[in-house]
């Protein structure tokens, strides 16, 4: 009898889950894959600690997740597979993934499935699939059977392939998943002949135990260092993505500042990598006022609740009420707080299309807004939010927050996993980091003249000037000591 898995269930926080929008995750088996393919980073990260056994890998309790499914959110999607595949052959006999499966379509739960394995596809899976809540990844690494035997002991990948298709006509939310791209196993030509309706694309990442894994790969482009892994630069991989021309290739990242780039200039929904069919402004949205004036009581009203449940939890503690009001207390304060900060989103993802001019005023858009009947808006930005009863620093921030959904959800991933309501507040700060740490990555280069003008319209702050010397580089540097001593009204300088 193989081993109880115990931690099967997790919020993946850190680089990983700033990114990740579907960073909850359920994991039927663990501590091993019977897939054992020679890239798997579980493997990398578990094997090192000698907790890695491909050969019997750890089954979840059935009991044990259906206490935990009862009480995930119903706005969530978990994702699963993402330690152990789910459809291992171990599945044919324990029937976790089947039964966990059903237990997520009873609770009104979404999930996505990334998997190897061509199982999924079975007829009696796909007949217990609920088309509104299952998201299928079925990941392919290399098109040559043989080849791809030689690394992963998953389904030959045309029987994968076979199963995206089965699944794409039976009208699923199905995608082909490269990952890791790895040029030297990819036949592109082949691969952009397929009858494929999406795609996502993960590229490797590469340290000591990848490269004795796969001795022959080129690993000289793999220069960019990140975290404990090396990466390929941006522009190598913009040269990788170009060589698909699969409609609908989206590209999940890992690399801050590359993330930054895919979600901003190639992603179909930059608000989800993943590109699920529903799309994450949907999947917010559910039951939430569509028009603006509503939403706006939606959201006053909203906080006014939380303070007083708020209220009623330090009362409940003080008194030392049962554990099980305090705990339906706190889980209604949860609801309404993520309920108002979804609220909010939709309101700053509606107000960002507002023009900032008047149509008579020179507006320099040319997508006018219109409101809820579809007329275009003859005020400028400023009034229509002073008319619907905003200040201008209210409506900023609801547009931070639609502008960073996936930093939105983790939060609330992260109080629930504490206990804790959500606030607007924490989230604006974690977006503020999370902007901060973008930044820092992605230093800003500008022209030497540019430099000069923003510097003389920045008299009395204090900042640093590093100067750096591009003599080698052939870049010319018009920028002189004597120039910035004048823009700074001869303040003194460090030399
Ligand atoms: S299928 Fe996934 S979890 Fe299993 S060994 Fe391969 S990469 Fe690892």
């Known amino acids: 009898m193989n081993p109880e898995y115990k931690s099967f269930y997790k919020t993946v926080g850190g680089d990983e889950g700033d990114k990740c929008l579907y960073s909850t995750r359920l994991d039927t088996y663990g501590c091993g894959c019977m897939h054992n393919c020679k890239y798997c980073y579980a493997k990398s990260l578990l094997s090192f600690r000698g907790l890695w056994n491909d050969k019997e890998p750890s089954v979840a309790d059935i009991h044990k997740i259906e206490k935990v499914i009862s009480t995930i959110p119903k706005r969530i999607i978990v994702r699963l597979g993402g330690m152990s595949d789910c459809f291992q052959p171990l599945e044919q006999f324990e029937k976790i993934t089947l039964q966990t499966i059903k237990l997520l379509n009873q609770y009104r739960i979404g999930y996505l499935i990334v998997t190897k394995s061509h199982l999924v596809a079975d007829n009696e899976y796909m007949s217990v699939f609920d088309k509104d809540l299952a998201h299928i990844q079925i990941t392919v690494t290399c098109l040559d059977d043989e080849i791809a035997k030689s690394y992963e002991n998953a389904s030959l990948s045309s029987m994968r392939l076979k199963a995206i298709y089965d699944l794409q006509q039976a009208g699923f939310d199905v995608a082909l998943r490269i990952s890791p791209l790895i040029e030297e196993y990819i036949d592109f030509p082949l691969l952009n002949s397929l009858n494929i309706d999406k795609c996502l694309v993960e590229f490797l990442r590469v340290n000591s135990f990848i490269k004795k894994q796969f001795p022959k790969i080129d690993y000289s482009k793999y220069t960019l260092r990140h975290g404990n892994y090396y990466h390929l630069p941006l522009d190598e991989k913009q040269r990788l993505i170009k060589m698909i021309s699969l409609d609908n290739v989206s590209v999940c990242e890992d690399v801050l500042g590359h993330y930054e780039y895919w979600k901003n200039h190639y992603n179909p929904n930059k608000f989800d990598c993943c590109n699920l069919r529903t799309n994450t402004l949907t999947i917010r949205n559910i039951n939430l006022p569509q028009n603006i004036e509503e939403l706006r009581k939606f959201a006053l009203v909203g906080r006014e609740k939380i303070v007083s449940i708020r209220a009623e939890i330090r009362a409940i503690d003080k008194l030392g009420l049962a554990n099980d009001v305090r705990r339906q207390k706190l889980e209604e304060a949860q609801m309404i707080s993520?309920?108002?900060?979804d609220t909010e989103m939709r309101i700053g993802a509606l107000t960002?299309?507002?023009?900032?001019?008047?149509?008579?005023?020179?507006?320099?858009?040319?997508?006018?807004?219109?409101?809820?009947?579809?007329?275009?808006?003859?005020?400028s930005k400023s009034e229509t939010i002073k008319n619907l009863g905003f200040t201008a620093k209210q409506i900023e921030r609801f547009e931070t927050l639609a502008k960073n959904p996936h930093i939105v959800e983790q939060a609330k991933a992260e109080a629930r996993g504490n206990d804790d309501i959500v606030s607007r507040s924490l989230?604006?700060?974690?977006?503020?980091?999370?902007?901060?740490k973008v930044k820092n990555e992605n230093p800003i280069i500008v022209k030497t003249k540019d430099v000069y003008i923003e510097l003389s319209e920045m008299q009395n702050k204090i900042i640093d000037v590093i100067l750096i010397d591009y003599r080698n580089d052939k870049v010319n540097l018009d920028i002189t000591k004597e120039k910035l001593y004048k823009a700074f009204n001869n303040a003194l300088f460090d030399e």
């Open 338 to 341: 993520e309920a108002v900060l």
């Open 352 to 379: 960002v299309q507002i023009p900032k001019a008047t149509n008579t005023k020179g507006n320099q858009y040319t997508d006018k807004w219109k409101n809820d009947n579809a007329v275009e808006n003859p005020k």
């Open 427 to 436: 989230v604006l700060e974690k977006i503020k980091s999370h902007t901060i």
